[in-house]
């Protein structure tokens, strides 16, 4: 029992001071960099909640739509990246039955074929095809929304940050 208290103890010291770093790191710098740390820890190999992936996704999808508006096509990589990464857990969460659960992993994998569509057309440097596959993109990422408990899908007229910072989070 001594012996259980004592690792218990150790591993909530090392969480105490594991997140006060994080929060240190984070003082001083303002939202517009804590919004690409923020995105920086969607990057492939993150485990995310499957509302931090959904959350994730519609933040991208926000930053392509505005950088396709204005005809860029620079950091298409690292979002068709960042999406990949943030559907990767989707299909565990708990709330999903059986049927949802395989669908939720369809249209994964369907996100990930049109995030890869998107960063190629966008390194050939082709704006139209690269619209194309978002819009497609886009339809996949609303139809997987639907799947959940509740939409993740941020409402008309949000900014960027909100979708960034979910209720609750410190910003």
Known sequence: MKNTKLTLST???GALLFTSHGAQAQEGKDSTKAAAHSMDSMKPGT???SHDGMTALYAHLKEVETQLAAGKLEGMHEHA???EAATKDLD??????A???KRVQGYAKNIAKLADKLHDAADEKKLDETKKAFAKLKAQVDL?????THSH????????ED???PKGASK
């Open 163 to 165: 979708a960034m910072n």
């Open 92 to 97: 565990k969460d708990t709330t999903l039955d």
């Open 144 to 148: 997987l929304d639907k799947q959940f």
């Open 11 to 13: 591993v909530f010291a």
């Open 47 to 49: 485990v995310m909640s």
């Open 81 to 83: 990246e960042a999406i």
């Open 99 to 101: 049927s949802k659960k």
């Open 153 to 160: 899908k941020p409402t008309e007229g949000a900014k960027h």
